[in-house]
């Protein structure tokens, strides 16, 4: 049986440490066979990812930031049988001045401690307008 809180609790964690940064550790809190899904048709943004697809992603926009990594602060979570929901809100200053602050939900499933798969809901009209219209 899943235990809701340390659910909760590992993906607290996992939100603080992709607010961080670290790409290495935030990758070790996934499986090896972990997905992300993004939500909508955005080119550059929106599909599924696997693991190390994903990590990529990641270390590929750090520096697009000038205020530091972006920031995904959580707002509100239920957990039931190893699933995570989660309402999250963003931050993040581009280089170029733009702020992204979007409103999110997550379906976050994990399995023996990690996370196994995250779907991620966004406005994508906001990620394309902040990051792809010039």
């Known amino acids: 049986m899943a235990d809701n809180a340390a659910d909760k609790a590992l993906v607290a964690r996992f939100f603080e440490t992709f607010s961080s940064g670290n790409v290495p550790?935030?990758?070790?809190?996934?499986?090896?066979?972990?997905?992300?899904?993004?939500?909508?048709?955005?080119?550059?943004?929106s599909g599924t990812y696997g693991k190390a697809a994903f990590g990529a992603l990641l270390a590929g926009v750090k520096d697009a930031y000038r205020s530091g990594p972006l920031r995904i602060?959580?707002?509100?979570?239920?957990?039931?049988?190893?699933?995570?929901?989660?309402?999250?809100?963003?931050?993040?200053?581009?280089m170029n001045g733009r702020i992204y602050n979007s409103q999110y939900h997550f379906l976050i499933e994990t399995r023996d401690g990690k996370i196994a798969s995250v779907k991620e809901y966004m406005d994508t009209l906001h990620a394309q307008q902040i990051f792809f219209t010039p």
């Open 73 to 94: 602060t959580p707002k509100g979570m239920i957990a039931e049988n190893g699933k995570v929901a989660v309402e999250a809100e963003s931050y993040g200053e581009l």
């Open 25 to 45: 550790a935030l990758l070790d809190m996934m499986q090896d066979d972990a997905t992300w899904w993004v939500s909508g048709s955005v080119d550059g943004f």
